[in-house]
């Protein structure tokens, strides 16, 4: 079966640092473009941040560009995304997806891990 | 960066009957990067169309999606109470993806 779970979300203070990992199993991950999507408690979709499958292509929303790091190791299956200098607009559920990048679409989804950002 | 806005924001509707769900882009959208995902309560999405007018795998034929340029549509035929969901649209452009601020869909 294809899945994703992330996991490392938690309550952290602004300014502070946290980093979150998707486990990824059921394909072949090193092929797959992958990426992180959050949702702000009552609102829409934000994509946040890609990374190709070899790591040689990354791109990020301007709201995390130069605080947020993508990464993944293949050997591994996994995916991560080390936050820094975070806000309490940074609040959200983030989830890991697979990314089609013939066609640029998310065809599966994690379930999300929760991350608060308040004092 | 392209702005992708939804319309309507809420659609009530009775089972069996058809919702029309708009997506416009700020400027033209290459329509293979064009996506649908619905998303229940609790839920995470849930891919529905790709490349404008492509069905997901499992999705029922009751979901068509159409359109080019900056105006999309997803169609949803005889509705079920469990299409009761927000549906997003979604591009990609310019080296980011974008989604629409979605429009929620309500069975009565």
């Known amino acids: 079966e294809v899945q994703l779970v992330e996991s490392g979300g938690g309550l952290v203070k602004p300014g502070g640092s946290l980093r979150l990992s998707c486990a990824a199993s059921?394909?072949?991950?090193?092929?797959?473009?992958m990426t992180w999507v959050r949702q702000a408690p009552g609102k829409g979709l934000e994509w946040v941040s890609s990374?190709?499958?070899?790591?040689?292509?990354?791109i990020y929303a301007d709201s995390v560009q130069g605080r947020f790091t993508i990464s993944r190791d293949n050997a591994k299956n996994s995916l991560s995304l080390q936050m820094n200098s975070l806000r309490a607009e940074d609040t959200a559920v983030y989830y890991c997806?697979?990314?089609?990048?013939?066609?640029?679409?998310?065809?599966?989804w994690g379930k999300g891990t929760t991350v608060t950002v308040s004092s | 960066e392209i702005v992708l806005t939804q319309s309507p924001g809420t659609l009530s509707l009775s089972p069996g009957e058809r919702a029309t769900l708009s997506c416009r882009a700020s400027?033209?959208?290459?329509?293979?990067?064009l996506g649908w995902y619905q998303q229940k309560p609790g839920q995470a999405p849930r891919l529905l169309i790709y490349?404008?007018?492509s069905r997901a795998t499992g999705i029922p034929d009751r979901f068509r999606g159409s359109g080019s340029g900056t105006d999309f549509t997803l169609t949803i035929n005889r509705l079920e109470p469990e299409d009761s969901a927000v549906y997003y649209c979604q591009q990609y452009g310019t080296a980011l993806f974008t989604f629409g601020p979605g429009s929620k869909v309500e069975i009565k």
């Open positions: 990374i190709s499958s070899s790591s040689s292509y990354l």
């Open positions: 400027q033209s959208v290459s329509s293979s990067y």
């Open positions: 490349g404008a007018s």
């Open positions: 997806a697979r990314v089609r990048w013939e066609l640029r679409y998310l065809d599966v």
């Open positions: 059921g394909f072949s991950f090193n092929t797959y473009t």
